[in-house]
T-cell receptor, first 116, second 112 residues
Framework: GAVVSQHPSRVICKSGTSVKIECRSL??????MFWYRQFPKQSLMLMAT?????????EQGVEKDKFLINHASLTLSTLTVTSAHPEDSSFYIC????????????FGPGTRLTVL | SQQGEEDPQALSIQEGENATMNCSYK?????LQWYRQNSGRGLVHLIL?????REKHSGRLRVTLDTSKKSSSLLITASRAADTASYFC????????????FGSGTRLLVRP
């Protein structure tokens, strides 16, 4: 099956710094990637939809200037958490939609962000 | 915002018993999917059921969909300790955005 990787798997940073998380589709092309955030013992909340070559579409309540998304190629999307604060500590998960199969998304293993 | 709710929020059963989880959603859908998540890990896709399907099976899993009630259920038969995880339903709406909206999840504990 299709594989999606995320890097890093864990990151700890100081408050005020920026953190970049990468999401890669390893063996397929993904026109669209999605970014989710998950707080402990809660469900996944969709943050934004990332389309290759165009601006990301953010869900209501998600600050686009704080969570910068770049989908520069058909296999890579990045999420940058700018000026991170402790309340940004969360589990960030990406998914990639297989271009040829619109109903299929594959999820990355997630990135645990801890902001001190 | 989340599409809907799942119940129960938590379920504890003995190994060998069946586990049933329910999911309700709010808007029209193209399909509904069930995922499993072990603690601190990514999601594993379990099964997809389309809006024109009523029931689907995959191994020990049985999923039903009732679009008139906007609800779905996931049945795991003959549960094992390894089935301990959180289970989420996710709906794909008819707005062509391909966004998945997740339910609140059920935490399943299967006691050996």
């Amino acid at each position: 099956g299709a594989v999606v990787s995320q890097h890093p798997s864990r990151v700890i940073c100081k408050s005020g710094t920026s953190v970049k998380i990468e999401c890669r589709s390893l063996d397929f092309q993904a026109t669209t990637m999605f970014w989710y955030r998950q707080f402990p013992k809660q469900s996944l909340m969709l943050m934004a939809t990332s389309n290759e070559g165009s601006k990301a579409t953010y869900e209501q309540g998600v600050e686009k200037d704080k969570f910068l998304i770049n989908h520069a190629s058909l296999t890579l999307s990045t999420l940058t958490v700018t000026s991170a604060h402790p309340e940004d500590s969360s589990f960030y998960i990406c998914s990639a939609r297989v271009t040829s199969r619109t109903d299929t998304q594959y999820f990355g293993p997630g990135t645990r962000l801890t902001v001190l | 915002s989340q599409q809907g709710e799942e119940d129960p929020q938590a379920l504890s059963i003995q190994e060998g018993e069946n586990a049933t989880m329910n999911c309700s959603y709010k808007t029209s859908i193209n399909n509904l999917q069930w995922y499993r998540q072990n603690s601190g890990r990514g999601l594993v896709h379990l099964i997809l059921i389309r809006s024109n399907e009523r029931e689907k099976h995959s191994g020990r899993l049985r999923v039903t969909l009732d679009t008139s009630k906007k609800s779905s259920s996931l049945l795991i038969t003959a549960s094992r300790a390894a089935d301990t995880a959180s289970y989420f339903c996710a709906t794909d709406g008819r707005d062509s955005s391909y966004k998945l909206i997740f339910g609140s999840g059920t935490r399943l504990l299967v006691r050996p």
